[in-house]
């Protein structure tokens, strides 16, 4: 363990003194602030105010409509004929003109009229609006007391609960802590699976690994160095997390305390277009951190931060053992193609099958992909948080285990003999007869 312990030591520092690192590190909050307030930012600052024309020639629903800070909604022309208003503003930038016909009721269809291309905000604030409207009116019409209306369309939220509990939770936001955990993995091993591999080749094309495999077994180097850059993984992701909360916080309160973004959030529509259900929850006393603790407080969060960091670490090994494999089979990154697609495709594959998990968590397909052991990591993370029976979750766990240990063992016997072979390439035959080499 002493020399494991070394050359985790030696892969750790050497990384993390190199100036890609550091450069990286500070860089990557940096760029993840500026990419999620950034285009907010732009967005609201080249969104000019819109001039909206009202043509409604059934007179009835002029005044339905209610102006935002990005949009005005002119009714005083409402009974004006609608070509004179189309020849008036014909080459004006951000004037729109809605026109209702007499036959919307049946048509359930409207037109809006402008030199460029309405936005989805303003088109689908229009459609929501209206339709609400529509829906009223057709009660009405079919002698349904105008009263009771308002009853008859309240949406209706869904909530979902096991049978044998009393809790109930929202499926939103289990997929997104689902989901959200399952990026996590998914990128982590991807990121850092690869640079076990780049590293093993380096050292192989070097010639430093005749010198090392001198005072260390390979499968030694082989765990030292899988650890090593775990380490070196776990530091940039925690550095990340502390820097990007020091770099995003302050950047999302000044681009919220800016007066005119604050009207924004304040009034009923914080973009045209936006539901009201989603601005009528931001009290303006409540804070984004506050909002989120209500949000996913509930969840049971020892369980899957215990299954994450399990599902994480375990997961990692298992394929940051095969990534060495490959490493040791090839002289340089052009050969790995070959042996890389069996590796990654679990793992693209996992993510691509994320919706249908989130959609039927408790499906055939959710419940065999989560036990296999090359797709368990990040399905299982997706379909957690939607309270897994314990008997499953142990089965998954105990089957990742011992394929973990069963796949480190067979790519440290393709690692002891790949590390020394060179100027060959390496085919899947020669690969399967170094498993069975004695020594």
């Given at each position: 363990?002493?020399?494991?312990?070394?050359?985790?030591?030696?892969?750790?520092?050497?990384?993390?003194?190199?100036?890609?690192?550091?450069?990286?590190?500070?860089?990557?909050?940096?760029?993840?602030?500026?990419?999620?307030?950034?285009?907010?930012?732009?967005?609201?600052?080249?969104?000019?105010?819109?001039?909206?024309?009202?043509?409604?020639?059934t007179n009835v629903y002029y005044d339905i409509f209610e102006n935002s800070p990005k949009a005005h909604f002119h009714k005083e022309l409402h009974d004006a004929p609608l070509e004179t208003l189309r020849a008036m503003f014909r080459d004006s930038d951000n004037?729109?003109?809605?026109?209702?016909?007499?036959?919307?009721?049946?048509?359930?269809?409207?037109?809006?009229?402008?030199?460029?291309?309405?936005?989805?905000?303003?088109?689908?604030?229009?459609?929501?609006?209206?339709?609400?409207?529509?829906?009223?009116?057709?009660?009405?019409?079919?002698?349904?007391?105008?009263?009771?209306?308002?009853e008859y369309i309240k949406p209706v939220s869904v909530t979902s609960a096991k049978i044998d509990s009393a809790k109930i939770t929202n499926t939103d936001k289990l997929s997104k802590i689902?989901?959200?955990?399952?990026?996590?993995?998914?990128?982590?091993?991807?990121?850092?699976?690869?640079?076990?591999?780049?590293?093993?080749?380096?050292?192989?094309?070097?010639?430093?690994?005749?010198?090392?495999?001198?005072?260390?077994?390979?499968?030694?180097?082989?765990?030292?160095?899988?650890?090593?850059?775990?380490?070196?993984?776990?530091?940039?992701?925690?550095?990340?997390?502390?820097?990007?909360?020091?770099?995003?916080?302050?950047?999302?309160?000044?681009?919220?305390?800016?007066?005119?973004?604050?009207?924004?959030?304040?009034s009923r529509h914080l973009t045209i277009g936006m539901p009201t259900s989603a601005t009528e929850n931001m009290d303006s006393g409540e804070t984004a951190s506050s909002k989120a603790l209500e949000y996913f407080g509930d969840q049971p969060w020892g369980l899957i931060i215990g299954c994450f960091v399990f599902y994480y670490v375990i997961g990692y090994l298992l394929y940051a053992s095969l990534f060495a494999a490959v490493g040791s089979a090839v002289d340089s990154e052009t050969d790995t193609q070959q042996f890389m697609l069996p590796v990654t495709v679990p793992l693209i594959f996992s993510m691509a099958i994320?919706?249908?998990?989130?959609?039927?968590?408790d499906g055939p397909m959710a419940f065999w992909f989560s036990m296999i052991p090359l797709t368990s990591p990040i399905v299982m993370m997706i379909r957690l948080p939607f309270h897994v029976p314990a008997w499953q979750?142990?089965?998954?766990m105990g089957m990742l285990?011992?394929?973990?240990?069963?796949?480190?063992?067979?790519?440290?016997?393709?690692?002891?003999?790949?590390?020394?072979?060179?100027?060959?390439?390496?085919?899947w035959k020669e690969v399967g007869k170094w498993l069975f080499y004695k020594g």
């Open positions: 363990m002493g020399k494991i312990g070394l050359i985790i030591r030696r892969e750790y520092l050497t990384r993390v003194k190199k100036k890609s690192f550091v450069i990286l590190t500070l860089l990557g909050p940096i760029l993840w602030g500026g990419l999620i307030i950034v285009p907010a930012y732009l967005n609201e600052a080249t969104d000019s105010l819109k001039q909206i024309y009202i043509v409604d020639q004037v729109y003109i809605l026109y209702i016909s007499p036959e919307v009721l049946q048509a359930r269809k409207v037109t809006v009229f402008s030199k460029q291309t309405p936005n989805v905000n303003l088109t689908s604030y229009i459609s929501i609006t209206l339709a609400s409207e529509l829906q009223r009116d057709l009660l009405v019409k079919n002698k349904i007391d105008k009263s009771l209306v308002d689902g989901f959200g955990l399952g990026i996590f993995i998914y990128v982590f091993i991807f990121l850092y699976s690869s640079q076990v591999m780049r590293g093993v080749i380096e050292e192989k094309t070097s010639r430093v690994i005749e010198v090392i495999i001198s005072s260390v077994k390979p499968f030694q180097l082989m765990m030292g160095k899988i650890l090593g850059i775990a380490c070196v993984g776990l530091t940039q992701f925690l550095l990340w997390i502390i820097l990007s909360v020091a770099v995003i916080t302050p950047l999302s309160n000044s681009f919220l305390n800016d007066k005119h973004y604050k009207e924004i959030s304040d994320s919706g249908i998990i989130v959609s039927n968590p979750l142990a089965l998954s285990l011992g394929f973990f240990v069963l796949m480190t063992w067979l790519a440290g016997r393709i690692y002891r003999t790949g590390i020394l072979m060179y100027g060959k390439k390496a085919s």
